[in-house]
Each structure stands twice: as C-alpha cells, then as structure tokens.
C-alpha cells in the first residue's frame, strides 16, 4: 500500500482472518504510529491508557484514514 504519495511501502501482517473493517482500523492506526499522526493527537492520553475500551473519535487522523483504506478496498474488490 502506498501511503499518501510518499512511494514508501507500508507492509502489514495479522495474525488470523479479520473483518475488512478491522484490517482497515488496524493499517489506520499503525500508519498513524508511524507517520508521527499519534503524537499530535488530542487523544493520545485516553488512546494509551484506556486500550480496548478507548472508543476512537471520527475525526482522529486514523479514523478518517480507515474511512479512506476502506474505500480503497472496496474498490479494488470491484
């Protein structure tokens, strides 16, 4: 996948079958670590301590960018 135009090539593995949805949360929330999305986010304190629990806002940078993967799935399928 190439992310936001940068020709860098982000590559991730899960370890069992989840639904597109979860692997679109999953990519947008590890491109968000890795890009630095993170560290600017007004969520990061309730993100990093509450885990499982921390339902993420719709407009944190991941959650927009799941949107985005997921769209980009969807048409690849078609």
């Not at 992310?3 to 979860?22: A, L």
């Not at 968000?32 to 885990?51: E, M, N, P, R, W």
Request: aromatic share 10%.
């Amino acid at each position: 996948m190439d992310i936001s135009g940068t020709n860098i090539k982000h590559i991730t593995m899960f370890d069992r079958q989840y639904t597109p949805e979860k692997q679109a949360e999953g990519l947008a929330i590890s491109q968000a670590i890795v890009y630095g999305h993170c560290d600017k986010c007004g969520f990061l304190s309730q993100c990093s301590t509450q885990g499982e629990a921390f339902q993420f806002p719709v407009f944190a940078w991941c959650m927009r960018r799941k949107v985005e993967i997921l769209a980009d799935m969807q048409k690849e399928e078609t």
